[in-house]
């Protein structure tokens, strides 16, 4: 099949957006009604980005630092978020998972997990072979996208530095 590279880009276009759709909706129904989206969107941040900063977080949910830090406030007061002195940096502020974070955060994924893999359990063996495939070389085209936080922004410039 040869396949123009604008026809793959308006498939990614159609297709993504589909299943971040369903993923949400999954997502929704397995958090708590006491999480919002942006909450859990925020748990899930800092679960990939532990030890990131406030800014950080409102760069990822688009919001401002005002309304990060009411959301990081009701995470941290529900147990969910702590707060936290860098150790190299005793003027900056870092966020991690709670025990209580990680837990929530972790059953929701799995409970993800696994309504998705119902899903592509009804897929045939070959076409699961291909959508791995596919999620591999996709990873591979998106692999160069600048780290989430600015520490990790940070630490990936002082690494290429060294090298250099």
């Known amino acids: 099949m040869n396949l123009p590279p604008r026809d793959c880009a308006a498939e990614l276009l159609d297709v993504v957006p589909l299943m971040m759709r369903v993923i949400r909706s999954k997502v929704r129904s397995?958090?708590?009604?006491?999480l919002s989206m942006p909450q859990f969107r925020a748990l899930a941040f800092l679960g990939r980005n532990e030890g990131a900063m406030l800014g950080d977080v409102?760069?990822?949910?688009?919001?401002?630092?005002?309304a990060t830090s009411k959301l990081v406030d009701a995470l941290v007061n529900a147990d969910l978020v702590s707060?936290?002195?860098d150790l190299e940096d005793r003027r900056k502020v870092v966020l991690?998972?709670?025990?209580?974070?990680?837990?929530?955060?972790?059953?929701?994924?799995?409970a993800t997990a696994d309504f998705l893999t119902e899903r592509v359990a009804e897929v045939p063996l070959e076409d699961r072979a291909c959508i791995a495939d596919s999620?591999?070389?996709?990873?591979?085209?998106?692999?160069d996208v600048p780290p989430e936080t600015n520490a990790a922004r940070l630490l990936k410039a002082s690494a290429g530095s060294l090298q250099n």
């Open 135 to 143: 999620m591999r070389i996709l990873r591979g085209i998106f692999s």
């Open 30 to 34: 397995n958090s708590s009604p006491e």
């Open 96 to 110: 991690k998972l709670s025990p209580a974070g990680k837990e929530k955060f972790a059953a929701v994924r799995e």
């Open 58 to 66: 409102a760069n990822f949910l688009v919001l401002t630092l005002s």
């Open 83 to 85: 707060r936290e002195n």
